[in-house]
């Protein structure tokens, strides 16, 4: 067998195993939200779980002898190895240019101060957004009337799948600003690359062993207070989760959070 039809035995093997896959996945998913919703109080039984997979065990049967297959094809024609190739990570090779750069020159930039403001505006509106959105989703799941009183059928997995439409589009916002902001900062670190290459090419043997070390102190200044500065994000944080633990223990959470994780053991996985 040739070269070119090993790549495509290969290729219709992948495409055909993850179709299987995924439709494997979702049988699996609607056969346990059929028993789920079969019965308020413990639905989940020995009886119940072997009546649904027998109607499905046809498919997983063929899914599984794909797999096989798929595992003996790619044993048989292996994808031929390749030299690892060096990843050039935009971020890296903007930081690199800027050690190289000495202070006086990346001040006199318009486009680089123009760059640097507009990044922190774009984070700071990225952190807000998510800052705002994360209250939005405590507010739902710390807010009781979402959750059944414990003794009137009580079902944690059932009330977490209702807040589902009042948490999600939160959430999904979030990301989004997330995703925004990313991107926009791989525009900004662009520019700022052709503008500090652009410095660098203007001022090659203007700035002599002056600017270079000044550069240098520049970058060790910058790396220590980066490391001061992740020092006290570390000790804010660690005061935060502690403060938390300790509000929550005062007012009940962690009696809460018990009685939720023995449920979902007892219900959900069948524990006890």
Known sequence: MTEKHQITLRRV???????????AGVLLIVQS?????SAEITPYSYE??????SEIAAFLFLWIAAVVAGWVIF???????????????????????QKRVPENLAHGSEVLR?????????WGVCVGCCAICAALVALVVWNKKYYTPVGDGFN??????????????????????????TIF???????????????LAENRGVSGAAGVSGASNASADK??????????VRGVLLACGIAFMIIGANNGGAKEMLEKAINICTECIGLG
């Open 156 to 181: 944690p997995t059932r009330d977490m799948i209702g807040m589902l439409p009042r948490i999600l589009p939160w959430i999904v916002i979030a990301f989004a600003a997330a995703a925004f902001a």
């Open 33 to 37: 939200q059929r028993i789920y919703r």
């Open 13 to 23: 093997t992948g495409i055909v195993l993850s179709v299987l896959t995924v439709i």
């Open 75 to 97: 044993e048989i024609f292996p994808a031929p190895t390749e030299k690892p190739r060096a990843r050039f990570d935009r971020s890296e090779i903007l930081k690199r240019l």
């Open 114 to 122: 123009k760059a640097k403001r507009a990044e922190k505006i774009v």
């Open 185 to 199: 900062t791989e525009r900004f670190a662009e520019k700022e690359t052709t503008e500090i290459k652009k410095l």
């Open 48 to 53: 119940k779980a072997k009546n649904a997979l």
């Open 223 to 232: 790396s220590e207070k980066d490391k001061r500065t992740l020092y006290i």
